[in-house]
């Protein structure tokens, strides 16, 4: 079974830090990406890579960055965090190819309080 | 850019009453949908697909949904739902514009009292 795993599943950041969130998967997939979940907003793409240090803006890029310098590893980093980014994040992976319609395979989430 | 639609943003049934959730999008082309599901303090898990033929797909835990092309809709639907479809789910869905990553609805809360 295809296991992502989200390096913290709550984090209390403040405001002006720049903040790491990790995120692992163990299925040797291609692709994978970076949603924020809110409240009444579903979940929005901030960021998704099809490859090693491949990545792609999504719809809310804005105030972060990725890295993937491994297959297995999507990093999103928080430049300089504001009380705006609270907010749940998912990352989820899926295999690529020559198929674009994977499903995708989430984490669990990582909670992010910005004060 | 394609974007999706969920009307029903919060839903209360009672157990054994019947499900429908809308789901439309607004990509005029070739489209690949989904229907995603997360329970209680559990991570987004998929309950079916629709990539292409029978436009009736069937998941997991009797869910079905129907892709009616020409109302660009994608509704999920379940004939006797149980305490334990207490969930919320999101509907996704991928234009084949090379974009290689879903573009979700905003989601339905669905809460069945028993």
């Known amino acids: 079974d295809v296991k992502v795993t989200q390096s913290s599943r709550y984090l209390v950041k403040r405001t002006g830090e720049k903040v790491f969130l990790e995120c692992v998967q163990d299925m040797d997939h291609e692709n994978m990406f970076w949603y924020r979940q809110d409240p009444g907003l579903g979940l929005r793409l901030i960021y998704f890579?099809?490859?090693?240090?491949?990545?792609e803006k999504g719809d809310i890029p804005e105030g972060y960055s990725v890295s993937r310098e491994k297959k297995e590893r999507f990093s999103l980093i928080l430049e300089s965090a504001s009380t705006n980014q609270t907010s749940m994040y998912l990352c989820?992976?899926?295999?690529?190819?020559?198929?674009?319609?994977?499903?995708?395979?989430f984490g669990n989430g990582t909670r992010l309080t910005v004060t | 850019a394609q974007s999706v639609s969920q009307h029903n943003h919060h839903v209360i049934l009672s157990e054994a009453a019947s499900l429908e959730l809308g789901c439309n999008y607004s990509y005029g082309g070739t489209v690949n949908l989904f229907w995603y599901v997360q329970y209680p303090g559990q991570h987004l898990q998929l309950l079916l697909k629709y990539f292409s033929g029978d436009p009736l797909v069937k998941g997991i835990k009797g869910f079905e949904a129907e892709f009616i092309k020409s109302k660009f809709s994608f509704n999920l639907r379940k004939p006797s739902v149980q305490w334990s479809d207490t969930a919320e789910y999101f509907c996704a869905v991928n234009a084949n514009t090379g974009r290689r990553a879903l573009t979700f609805g905003s989601g339905t809360r669905l809460q069945v009292q028993p």
């Open positions: 989820a992976s899926s295999w690529g190819g020559s198929s674009y319609n994977s499903p995708l395979h």
């Open positions: 890579s099809y490859d090693v240090k491949m990545k």
